[in-house]
């Protein structure tokens, strides 16, 4: 059975799964090596959820990313049993150039390596297993799959930021992210509702990692995210969009570093910074503290103006799409942002809404409201089987 790997390494942690490739692809391993360098542990489930690994390892033993990979790649090949033809990865950042998924090779390797200082704490941890791969399998077929492609059909004028335009070649320009859910969003809308996905649809995707992206006829148009994963919306520990005079201030005020600034604005900020309490949706909904109210509120908040914000970029809205973990999972969050919709006529069935079906707008809704559960890695699966079949 021919299989297909999928490899999303972040920090401190490398994801994978197995997809079998027979005919259309089917979900046959999930796993995770977390607490990489420090208290490293691998976690693997079967298909039906059954355990297939749930093991701890000394922090000699897996120091870093390359170390994790060898380590799944030794037990995929002792315990799986396909035979693997391809390996596709999440890249966060393709650059200017990259629109699709690409094949790679050292040139490609070496080309994504010069956008490390565009994604500095997420580029280099992405690449790492591709080197190990490249060096250990060098004929094994492995794909890049970049969250920033599903965005190059922008209009340039729209990716420019106004500062002085030779910035922009060099470039310092609008990007977006998560690229590969709004695709696997854009093309599921398509076929549940395809009258709706030719139109003008918002979707936001409300996980850990918070963005919104604007599609008309499923391609992207906007988004909320720049140049790097740190604006539009608040996330759960980032800062979202901020005046760059605040930057300034704390540089100048507080004589922070570069590295402060670094951490206060992705670690420390978004719903975690403003509640004082927790970056997770679930402990601010249970909290009565004032905090937890204040960083739901302004999440909310931020939300409806970007959706009118996006609105205006597509000059009007057909269709409103929840997806990633809170969009998928909070029936509660759902209702209180649809309140921020009403305005351009789009109107929540609470009975959907709370049973979780995939329309959960009412019959009148001028603007139809879905939610449909993201898959990322099915979406780089699909890519990979794409590319190598060419
Ligand atoms: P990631 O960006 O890490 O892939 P997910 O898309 O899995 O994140 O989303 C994770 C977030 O989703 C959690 O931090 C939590 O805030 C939120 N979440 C998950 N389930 C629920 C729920 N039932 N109610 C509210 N929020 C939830």
Redesign the pocket.
């Known amino acids: 059975m021919d299989t297909i790997l999928v490899v999303n390494a972040g920090s401190s942690s490398l994801k994978f799964e197995i997809f079998a490739a027979a005919g259309s692809l089917t979900r046959q391993i999930k796993g995770k090596m977390d607490g990489i360098g420090t208290a490293p542990h691998l976690t693997i489930k079967g298909s039906g959820g059954d355990r297939l690994a749930d093991e701890g390892y000394p922090s000699e033993t897996v120091p870093d990313l390359p170390a994790a990979m060898r380590l799944v790649g030794q037990w995929l090949r002792e315990r799986h049993e396909g035979q693997l033809i391809a390996v596709g990865h999440r890249v966060v950042h393709g650059g200017p150039d990259h629109m699709r998924p690409a094949r790679i090779d050292e040139n490609v390797v070496r080309q994504l390596e010069r956008y490390t200082p565009l994604a500095p704490l997420h580029q280099p941890n992405n690449l790492a297993p591709i080197r190990v791969l490249l060096e250990h399998q060098p004929q094994l077929a492995q794909v890049a799959c970049f969250d920033t492609a599903f965005h190059r059909g922008h209009d340039p004028m729209a990716d420019h930021y106004a500062i002085p335009a030779s910035y922009f070649d060099e470039g310092v320009r609008r990007y977006g992210f998560h690229g590969l859910s709004y695709e696997y969003v854009a093309g599921r809308l398509a076929e549940i509702a395809p009258g709706v996905g030719d139109g003008r649809v918002i979707v936001a995707?409300?996980?850990?990692?918070?963005s919104m992206c604007a599609l008309y006829q499923g391609r992207s148009v906007e988004s909320t995210l720049g140049f790097t994963a740190l604006d539009g919306l608040p996330m759960?520990t980032r800062c979202g969009q901020i005046d760059p005079g605040v930057l300034l201030y704390l540089l100048q005020q507080h004589g922070m570093s570069a590295a402060e600034l670094q951490d206060l604005l992705y670690k420390e900020s978004g719903?975690k910074g403003l509640s004082g309490i927790s970056?997770?949706?679930?402990?601010?909904?249970a909290s009565d503290n004032a905090g937890a109210a204040l960083a739901l509120d302004h999440f909310v908040y931020r939300i409806g103006l970007n959706a009118g914000l996006l609105a205006a970029a597509l000059g009007g809205v057909d269709a409103f799409v929840f997806t990633?973990?809170?969009?998928?999972?909070?029936p509660?969050?759902r209702a209180r942002i649809a309140e921020k919709l009403r305005w351009l006529g789009a109107s929540l069935d609470p009975r959907r809404n709370n049973a979780g079906e995939l329309l959960v707008s009412n019959d009148d809704s001028k603007v139809a409201i879905y939610v449909v559960p993201?898959d990322e890695e099915l979406m780089i699966a699909q890519h990979t089987l794409a590319v190598i079949a060419n």
Request: net charge negative; glycine share 20%.
């Open positions: 995707h409300l996980g850990s990692g918070a759960g719903l970056n997770d949706v679930r402990d601010l909904l990633a973990g809170v969009g998928e999972n909070s509660v969050m993201t």
